[in-house]
């Protein structure tokens, strides 16, 4: 549904349903295969330092989590980059691969939630990640798939190259900092542990949500000075370049 949405904020030149699934597939399979091989090896790394469990559980979560995902989402964004043809459809297909590492991440979590706890916890997991982490993911790599989408088509007009780089760098600081949030509680503990939980839960919903807005707002806006904006005013499935 979530998808679906994405794809629809787009009016002209609309991506078809073929590659969208095909992106959301590689960010479910291929990105999370990825991610789980790069984030064991680091981790065993990171436990030859002999850290306290805290120290190594916000590591592993704040640091190794968000530059392996990150980066392997990103790999799925770069490959889509023949259907780049226009700067928003990076943040398409970027949030696609979002939502399909996050589909598969879900259900590993709703999976373990209901061996571990019941279907009290199952159903207040489903709820909370979807309010969060579903967004988080889809934000983060909308976000590099922006910047993908910008230097995959000055490249394709011809003009001065740009790089892509610092908007991976700014998925994954988004990405580093809704997790160091989360471990929060953790680290602080005291009397009133359950109120900062819950402050810190409205602030992680509050900016997933304005990033997906701001994401769709840059779509919208985007695909307004398309070049299939100017030709047709019905969707079809052919971009043409357009250059923010």
């Not at 990150?70 to 780049?84: D, F, H, M």
């Not at 949030?181 to 509050?206: D, K």
Request: aromatic residues 12%; glycine residues 10%.
């Amino acid at each position: 549904a979530v998808l679906s949405v994405v794809r629809k904020t787009e009016m002209y030149c609309r991506e078809p349903w073929a590659w969208v699934l095909t992106a959301f597939t590689y960010g479910s399979t291929l990105a999370v295969f990825l991610s789980i091989i790069l984030s064991e090896g680091a981790s065993i790394f990171i436990g030859l330092f002999a850290l306290p469990p805290i120290i190594f559980a916000l590591a592993t979560a704040a640091i190794v989590a968000p530059i392996v995902e990150e980066g392997a989402k990103a790999t799925g964004i770069l490959s889509s980059r023949p259907r780049l043809t226009e700067v928003e459809n990076g943040i398409i297909y970027g949030s696609a691969i979002g939502l399909g590492f996050s589909a598969t991440e879900n259900v590993i979590y709703f999976i373990s939630a209901y061996y571990s706890a019941g279907v009290e916890v199952l159903i207040s997991t489903i709820i909370l990640r979807f309010l969060t982490s579903t967004f988080l993911h889809l934000g983060a790599s909308g976000v590099a798939g922006y910047g993908i989408g910008i230097a995959n088509v000055r490249k394709l007009a011809g003009m001065k190259p740009v790089r892509w780089t610092p908007f991976l760098l700014a998925a994954i600081c988004l990405h580093a900092f809704f997790n160091f949030l989360s471990y929060i509680p953790s680290l602080l503990g005291g009397p009133y542990n359950t109120e900062i939980t819950v402050g810190i839960l409205f602030v992680e919903m509050a900016m997933v949500w304005l990033v997906f807005a701001a994401l769709r707002r840059k779509i919208k806006t985007l695909d307004r000075t398309s070049g299939c904006s100017v030709g047709s005013q019905i969707p079809s499935t052919n971009g043409s370049a357009s250059v923010p």
